[in-house]
């Protein structure tokens, strides 16, 4: 098997003497474990390794495999400029990859790269492979292991973990011996005088991570709540995804090496040795199960509001045509005029959100109605929805009332009220109780983006209430 081994690590800047200056050994348990990890990837004698990193190139619906030759990469922004680093790529694999990419119709190639220079979260981990290399066997044969870099996408769990798939299938097309290295931090948000602030969802995203990298649950990975995800504010549970499907169907021994927060960001070390294969690691089809499980139940418990939000989108997207305001809908629908937001959502994710903060319909039907068709198709934010992606979306209606004018921020609360805030014509609004949105401050810095406002500009503010239907 191509796949020789597979590690999740971290990529704190400071970890780097030249960068720490004294303070990595605050995280001396995080480098003795990486240092064991790339001791044991050295001993594997790959000649290739693959590296997911979340501060390489990223799009929304396309992964990004950097191409060339070769790349280099210094810590300038980390002010150690005289830290750099370089390797050779594997031009003939990432040739490989593309094409088997294109042909299982995958949204990943070597278009579009930006910043060809390599990225810190590349760097960290190849610096550590780099010198075990070096110690085990000398330079020359350390700089002969060539490298594949891959970014992150917007995509989906599953599209993450066919790209991992699609990595190991290259990988033993071409004979590769090669070692997958997830980069990627856990929870940024573990500590209320950390530089990210404070979730209780860092903390239960940095225990679930930890289960996962311990025991090799790549099903308890692959169904992490993405509330919980976004409200911790991760960024490598996406490279894991793509490590998860390298290993798709086999037999792996899992060890958790390390995990410390010192700084208020999770850092895990994790190792994973894959064996026979194990057709009960299907996690593809697992998860496929559990998504279909979670619309059933879903749809089940959907009122009136949501089901004609969606009646509406899916019969407009199927055939273009709008529907008539169905007979059987309550008072309530029918009889009263109100402003409306109709939010789409995909695996946790925003997947479209038009609304209308006052009534411009003669019905609050109506209403929910044309904000639901603008919000699958009118979106700027995002394409329109597909029919192939009707079946996995979720919706949500937000009612508004009647909006207050407020001379106050401490009359706001984001978990209670929605802000709108206006300056010159221009206005911004969000709604109440989102996730990954904590604080008053971070509630009126996204509404004023919304309304193209500047973070100087003075606004008038007003705050509402809604009446949320799932």
């Known amino acids: 098997m191509a796949i020789l081994a597979a590690m999740a690590v971290p990529h704190p800047p400071l970890i780097m003497p030249e960068v720490g200056k004294g303070e990595e050994q605050t995280i001396q348990s995080t480098i003795d474990a990486y240092r064991e990890v790339m001791r044991r990837a050295a001993e594997l004698q790959p000649d290739t390794i693959v590296i997911t990193s979340p501060h390489t190139m990223l799009y929304s619906d396309y992964f990004h495999i950097s191409p060339g030759a070769e790349a280099q990469g210094d810590f300038g922004q980390f002010r150690a400029p005289q830290l750099q680093l370089g390797a050779k790529y594997d031009t003939e694999l990432v040739d490989r990859l ?3 990419c294109n042909q299982a119709d995958l949204a990943a190639g070597t278009l579009g790269e930006r910043h060809p220079e390599l990225d810190h979260g590349t760097m960290i981990p190849l610096r550590f492979f780099q010198d075990a290399m070096q110690e085990a066997y000398g330079e020359e044969r350390a700089a002969g292991v060539r490298l594949v870099r891959i970014g992150l996408s917007g995509l989906s769990v599953l599209e993450h973990y066919r790209l991992g798939q699609l990595i190991r299938q290259a990988t033993d097309d071409l004979g590769r011996r090669a070692v997958f290295i997830a980069s990627g931090d856990l929870s940024h948000k573990l500590k209320s005088d950390g530089p990210y602030g404070f979730s209780p969802d860092g903390i239960a995203f940095d225990a679930r ?4 990298l311990r025991e090799g649950d790549f099903y308890k990975l692959l169904t992490t709540p993405s509330a919980m995800a976004e409200s911790a504010a991760e ?23 390390s995990y410390e927060g010192p700084f208020g960001v999770g850092y895990g070390v994790g190792w994973f040795l894959p064996g026979d294969r194990d057709d009960s690691r299907d996690f593809a089809a697992q998860y496929a199960d559990f998504e279909r499980q979670q619309m059933e139940q879903n749809r089940e418990h959907e009122d009136g509001f949501v089901r004609l939000a969606r009646h509406t989108l899916e019969t407009y997207v199927k055939s273009r045509v709008i529907p008539p305001v169905p007979d059987d809908l309550p008072d309530e629908l029918t009889q009263q005029r109100a402003g409306a937001f109709v939010s789409l959502k995909k695996e946790g994710h925003l997947r479209g959100c038009i609304g209308t903060i006052a009534p411009t319909r003669s019905s609050l039907a109506k209403e929910i109605m044309g904000n639901a068709i603008a919000a699958g198709t009118r979106d700027p934010r995002f394409e329109s929805v597909t029919v192939d992606e009707l079946p996995h979306i979720v919706y949500s209606v937000d009612v508004l009332n009647e909006p207050e004018p407020i001379d106050d921020l401490k009359k706001l609360d984001v978990r209670k009220y929605g802000v709108i805030v206006e300056s010159n014509g221009r206005r911004g609004l969000l709604l109440p109780d989102l996730a990954g949105v904590d604080t008053v401050e971070q509630q009126i810095d996204i509404a004023r983006r919304k309304g193209n406002i500047g973070p100087k500009e003075k606004v008038k503010l007003w705050r509402f209430t809604v009446t949320r239907h799932h």
């Open 235 to 257: 960024c490598g549970l996406r490279s894991f995804w793509i490590m998860a499907g390298a290993l798709d169907k086999r037999a792996v021994q899992a060890e958790l090496l």
């Open 209 to 212: 991570m930890q289960e996962v």
């Open 98 to 100: 593309v094409k088997l």
